[in-house]
């Protein structure tokens, strides 16, 4: 096995999770106007970043040279998170071949395993092999993001940092700005690379089973993911700034500590002859043999960092696809007294549905964890998790830029549709709050309606009689404008004619000629009320004389009937 990681470290006194640049212009720089929007721009993707890989649905896909594992996990309103589809499906590969010599064979099993663990989602996350990667940190010169860009895309950073084998178009390439240092004008990169070749044979693999590749891990880190989350679930108190994984394995096997970010990684080296004794060896002093040339690599490597480093390993978190693993962790333990090696679990703290774990039952789960780290990775559109680590944020996929412009894209078409939405949402609310308000409104007048009828009434009925008398009052006034003579003898003619009236008779016209000759008509109820008329008129001392001139027939008004009449006055001279 290519011993294929070099680490290229120094002592951290702190870590910079911003990827922001750290100016080093004087204070007084017109540049520094920008920091405002900056902090704006910062800020919008963190949200942005939460809220769209909230909304991306992706699965785990582990192509194991044995079984195709599949994986999806959710998390509840309450941060409870719930193992919502897994599959285990056999891998059957002609003898001495692995994944990548089967494309075909690898992707009908995939699309089969996707049929019946009725997996719907689409975007899925991979991981290679760490053997296929190269996994550095390596210490620039300071620059800001756009002279790191500039300097990446003439190829003379990586050329000058990073001494591969091969050109640089052969690789994928994956960096992320770990820390900054401006006193000492340098700044540390995690840089990770795997052959072009090797990523493209697997994301055909995914395609061909109808998957959409979006993320493509390394399978170290998704195992570090899956160790993150245990540890946040279960509440498990160790230094977060500090995590040790051992794979031990027949395939794969190495020292993996993250410390501040920075992954230390260092390869353990087995011989053919060990994976024999590891399988079929039945020979107890070639185990003992292996166990103290592996434990020996182990130790080594977490001496160097805790020299290097002043912290302590206190415990190695093991991921293992051996039956009998724990028979030899027991060993290590005897050889390594004062470090752990506990069996990972990534299934700690899951809530895991009951048809799911009846295909969990056996003790060692830990061949699981890249599954599970997988299915806990999101698609970081808008550069969040570059925010908070660079070992959560690992994506080797070529073509990831496009991917992420079009998840952009389709982001902000859902938000444009939203945002319409909610307008139209909030307008028809407004209304329909606007007309209950008048509704209620209405109904609150409506609460004395009975009063304010009988009140209506008897209003109404006031108003006719004033309207009555009203008539009564024009008629006089009529009347006396019928009196032609403005004279103060027509005044007490009119005086004694009206003194004259009895109770049951209405006069209609009064004609003075301006002589001596005055006519009344009118309506009386009986012939002896308009012979009162006449006694009365004749009593008067300006009335010579009072005769009926004329009498008409009885007119019936309403339940009244009454006789018209015509009177003729000669009055003194």
Request: proline share 3%; net charge positive.
């Amino acid at each position: 096995m290519k011993n294929i990681f070099k680490n290229l470290f120094k002592k951290k006194d702190k870590v910079d999770n911003s990827s922001q640049p750290i100016s080093t212009t004087p204070s007084n720089d017109p540049k520094k106007k920008s920091n405002f929007i900056d902090k704006i721009k910062s800020k919008f993707q963190s949200l942005a970043g939460k809220s769209a890989a909230k909304g991306e649905d992706v699965i785990g896909v582990e192509l194991h040279p044995n079984e195709i594992r599949l994986s999806q996990v959710s998390s509840s309103k309450d941060n409870q998170w719930i193992v919502d589809k897994f599959y285990l499906h056999k891998l059957v590969l002609p003898e001495n071949t692995s994944v990548l010599d089967n494309p075909d064979l690898v992707s009908n099993e995939l699309q089969l395993a996707l049929q019946k663990s009725k997996i719907k989602v689409k975007n899925a996350a991979f991981a290679i092999p760490v053997t296929s990667a190269i996994i550095r940190v390596v210490t620039s010169p300071l620059m800001t993001d756009e002279e790191l860009v500039k300097a990446i895309d003439t190829d003379s950073l990586w050329e000058n940092l990073v001494q591969l084998t091969e050109n640089l178009e052969e690789y994928s390439i994956f960096y992320q700005i770990i820390e900054r240092h401006p006193k000492e004008n340098t700044m540390d990169i995690l840089f990770v690379a795997s052959k072009l070749s090797d990523i493209n044979k697997y994301t055909e693999i995914i395609k061909k089973a109808d998957l959409n590749p979006v993320i493509v891990d390394v399978k170290c880190f998704a195992i570090k993911a899956a160790v993150d989350q245990i540890n946040q679930i279960s509440g498990t108190i160790e230094d977060t700034n500090l995590t040790a994984i051992l794979e031990f394995g027949l395939d794969e096997n190495y020292v993996m500590i993250l410390h501040e970010n920075n992954p230390i990684i260092t390869d353990i080296f087995i011989r053919s002859q060990d994976r024999k004794t590891l399988t079929e060896s039945g020979n107890q002093e070639e185990i003992d043999s292996f166990i103290r040339r592996y434990v020996n690599q182990v130790k080594q490597a977490i001496n160097d960092f805790e020299t290097r480093y002043e912290k302590r390993i206190r415990n190695l978190r093991v991921v293992s696809d051996l039956e009998n693993v724990e028979t030899y962790l027991a060993a290590f333990r005897k050889n390594l007294v004062n470090t752990g090696f506990n069996l990972l679990d990534p299934f700690d703290g899951l809530q895991v549905p009951e048809q799911i774990r009846e295909n969990l039952n056996t003790k060692n789960k830990s061949n699981l964890s890249t599954i599970i780290g997988l299915a806990f990775r999101k698609l970081d559109v808008f550069g969040y998790y570059k925010f908070v680590t660079a070992a959560k944020n690992i994506n080797l996929l070529p073509n990831r830029k496009n991917i992420i412009a079009e998840k952009k894209m389709k982001i902000f078409s859902n938000f444009a549709f939203k945002g319409t939405v909610g307008i139209v949402s909030a307008i028809y609310l407004i209304l329909f709050g606007f007309a209950f308000w008048n509704i209620q409104t209405y109904n609150s007048k409506l609460v004395n309606y009975d009063q304010t009828l009988s009140k209506h009434a008897i209003l109404n009925k006031k108003v006719k009689e004033t309207s009555k008398e009203m008539n009564m009052m024009n008629k006089s006034l009529n009347l006396s404008k019928s009196i032609k003579s403005n004279k103060v003898v027509s005044y007490r003619y009119l005086a004694q004619i009206a003194n004259s009236v009895p109770n049951r008779v209405q006069f209609e016209t009064v004609e003075y000629d301006g002589n001596n000759s005055i006519t009344i008509e009118g309506t009386a109820f009986s012939d002896q009320d308009i012979l009162k008329l006449i006694d009365n008129l004749s009593s008067k001392s300006l009335i010579a004389q009072a005769s009926l001139a004329k009498m008409t027939l009885p007119k019936s008004t309403g339940n009244n009937v009454r006789k018209g009449f015509k009177i003729s006055v000669k009055t003194k001279k």
